[in-house]
DNA sequence: GTAGTTGCAAATCATTTGCAGTAAT
DNA sequence: ATTACTGCAAATGATTTGCAACTAC
């Protein structure tokens, strides 16, 4: 079976990359934290045990996962880019509140059957998709 | 009949800003112009007539049209914010292609429905919704 | 040993803000 | 008159990059 982190050496040595420390420490804190994490936010993480690691080493390994397809960028309303891993081939979707910020994800074979189609319909090779429903949450509504 | 002009102005009228020369023509120009334009992109269009129109006042006059209800900023892959006209009430959604940076739009009223169901489902109030589609359109596909 | 990598600081890019002068009310 | 607005330039915040020292191969 092959896991992220060898998904991962894997990338890097087709690549001609080399594997180090820090994306080794990269990776596994990405994949210890909650998605949808910034680049930022990952490297405070990290720099916990790791006091030594650098704030642009993140940024790049980042965007090394992004390329090797075991995470995500994202954009939501702020202005950073924040990360998720990939779930194998599923694709799921956001919902985002507007007050406390809260991002839950979801799964719907009828929306995604229904993006195949209208995909279809207008002739695009479909890669990727962003479904995200901003409103408030259940907590969040006054009464 | 109320015109987008006159939305605007009463807009700034009811919150006790000031109608000037600089926010007509760029609310103008934004109207005159393709849909998803960043507000660096219109600066440079007003420019050519206006040559005299500051960069500044062009984000400022964006962020005005977003808040009045006028423009909806959008976030696509690149780093920018693009503004598009608000079309009445209902929902469209973009195609995007990878290749050649195309941008269509279109709506679909089953799409709709069923995101509306689904936010139901979860208890949320829906307030906007962003449905995107990344692909290679016809013309970029290689056969 | 060679080529890629790190960490720092400086650079960049989009956007925002302070301020003195100007214009709408 | 008063208060908001403009345009510039300088500031900010997120991200990228140049470079000399370092580490995986």
Redesign the interface.
């Known amino acids: 079976m092959s896991t992220v982190k060898d998904q991962f050496r894997d990338y890097l040595g087709k690549h001609g990359l080399k594997v180090t420390r820090q994306r080794e420490i990269i990776l596994d804190g990405f994949l210890s934290s909650p998605s949808h994490l910034s680049a930022e936010e990952l490297y405070l993480r990290l720099r916990k045990d790791n006091p030594n690691i650098g704030y642009a080493t993140v940024y790049r390994t980042m965007k090394l996962l992004a390329d090797s397809g075991i995470a995500s960028e994202r ?1 939501f309303g702020d202005r950073q880019t924040r990360y998720e891993p990939n779930t194998s081939e599923e694709h799921h979707y956001h ?1 985002i ?2 007050s406390c910020g809260k991002i ?1 994800e ?1 799964e ?1 074979s ?2 995604e059957a ?2 195949m189609k ?2 279809a319909a ?17 907590d969040c ?1 006054t009464i």
Chains 1, 2 share one sequence.
């Open positions: 954009h919902l509140c507007n839950i979801f719907d009828n929306i229904l993006l209208t995909a207008h002739d695009f090779t479909l890669s990727h998709q962003r479904l995200e429903l901003y409103g408030l949450c259940p509504q």
